[in-house]
């Protein structure tokens, strides 16, 4: 029974295949029970989305791509766990950077997006402790960067 991808669909949404690292380390690392996802940055079916919040995106825009973050790193947990992403136990922690000008100061509602997202995809067990944090540019010019703690059964 596949309770998690049932509920993505749900929502609209198909879990893509776990993006490839861009240099030298890995996509996700499993330490016992936890699983340490590697940033994912922000991506969808037309590639980057790119830009700095405060200048060429709102809030919204860099929400949608926090959302597009927090897919990439589901896609990393269903392939941490083999394909069966239903061995997620809980979110345990978000740690998103926010591309965006210097007086730009609402980086927690960019990251709301990736938040907003894993509780309705999930319920309870997508409920996490957070940072949210500017950085004055990320790679490949993306909007933003998220990386993620699981914890798997």
Not at 7 to 20: F, I, R
Not at 34 to 62: C, E, H
Not at 125 to 148: D, F, K, N, Q
């Amino acid at each position: 029974m596949r309770k998690i991808e049932d509920k993505l669909a749900e929502l609209g949404v198909t879990l893509p295949d776990a993006p490839a690292p861009a240099a030298n380390y890995v996509p996700y690392v499993i330490a016992g029970d936890m699983v340490y996802v590697s940033g994912q940055i922000s991506a969808n079916a037309d590639g980057l989305i790119t830009g700095k919040i405060g200048a060429d995106l709102d809030a919204a825009a860099g929400a949608d791509a926090a959302r597009a973050c927090a897919i990439s790193l589901l896609a990393q947990l269903k392939a941490a766990c083999g394909g069966d992403i239903d061995r997620l136990v809980r979110v345990v922690k978000l740690v998103g950077f926010v591309n965006s000008t210097a007086n730009f100061t609402d980086q927690p509602k960019v990251i709301n997006g990736a938040s907003d997202f894993l509780v309705a995809a999930l319920g309870d067990a997508g409920r996490h402790a957070r940072s949210a944090v500017s950085a004055a540019s990320l790679p490949l010019g993306v909007a933003v960067e998220i990386e993620a703690i699981f914890q798997i059964k």
